[in-house]
């Protein structure tokens, strides 16, 4: 059995009956996992099907849909697709739930492991129970985005860590309206792709809050990865943290990013929650 659907153009297309699937959460950021390797995605690739299923009351409901694939050097490949559609060079939270997913696929080994992205090889291992990746070094770091601040904004500045981000310092991201702030500064003509939207406050000496508006999710998220590194790297930048920086997601989860110096290129480290929610089969969708 599958589910009619009307793709692009008017095509008639089936959501397969029956395909396995993963539902992960890292820290509030969920995705659904399918194997690639031992099915194709087929029809899954299709923006209109992606949409579908990861509708939040109709579908299973996701930020996005990753594919496990064979890759020919490295342990496995992922290929990352946001819940429009549109396809992701990288996502860090999905990254960590499929080094995650693949040690339990038996794919990887816990103590250390590479695997292909889009946007490069990442190397992952596991340190206690949480996974921890080492993304691309940082592109395009600018401290100063050259943006106008808005109402309670004291810094926006630009950072590449696989995706395009804005860092925004604020007073407290309590008080910022993130549906229309947020989709102000995605979609800023300044920005040749878009960027996503992080806003960040200090919490405690220690830990700091931050809020993000997705691009491809078109609103607010429950936590962002790349987002988390970009925040770090800005903040360390900005003299306001360490080369070790935890932020607060909105779901209450805790990423800990790392930044690295290694002559002038900045590599960082993202670690954090990475939970295989339920497995399931598509039905009625």
């Not at 923006?47 to 890759?71: H, L, M, N």
């Not at 816990?110 to 090889?121: I, L």
């Not at 109402?151 to 993130?178: N, S, W, Y």
């Not at 947020?182 to 878009?194: H, I, K, N, V």
Request: proline share 4%; aromatic share 6%.
């Amino acid at each position: 059995m599958a589910a009619a659907l009307v793709g692009a153009g008017g095509t008639a297309v089936s959501i397969p009956h029956g395909r396995k699937f993963w539902k992960m959460s890292g820290s509030g950021n969920d995705f659904l996992f399918f194997d690639a390797r031992v099915d194709p995605p087929g029809v899954l690739l299709i923006p209109a099907v992606i949409d579908k299923v990861c509708a939040r009351a109709t579908g299973v409901g996701a930020d996005g849909v990753v594919f496990i694939q064979d890759d020919a050097v490295e342990a496995f490949r992922i290929r990352y697709f946001n819940r429009d559609g549109s396809l992701a060079e990288l996502c860090g939270n999905a990254s960590l739930c499929s080094a995650r997913l693949a040690t339990e696929l038996g794919v990887a080994d816990r103590a250390g492991f590479r695997f292909a992205t889009d946007a490069g090889v990442i190397s992952a291992r596991f340190t206690a129970d949480e996974p921890e990746i080492d993304l691309q070094p940082v592109k395009g770091l600018r401290p100063d985005a050259g943006l106008t601040l808005g109402a309670g904004e004291r810094r926006i500045g630009f950072a590449d860590t696989g995706v395009p981000h804005l860092v925004v310092l604020v007073d407290d991201v309590e008080r910022i309206d993130l549906a229309v702030r947020g989709r102000q500064l995605r979609f800023d003509p300044s920005l040749a792709e878009g960027a996503n939207v992080n806003f960040v406050s200090r919490e405690t000496d220690s830990i700091w809050r931050m809020r993000t508006y997705e691009r491809g999710v078109e609103g607010e998220t429950l936590a962002c990865g790349t987002g988390t590194v970009a925040a770090a790297v800005l903040l360390e930048t900005w003299g306001l943290s360490g080369t070790r920086t935890s932020l607060r997601s909105r779901s209450g989860r805790i990423l800990t990013a790392t930044v690295r110096h290694e002559g002038s290129a900045i590599m960082p480290s993202l670690k954090g929650e990475a939970r295989v929610v339920f497995t399931g089969e598509l039905g009625e969708l």
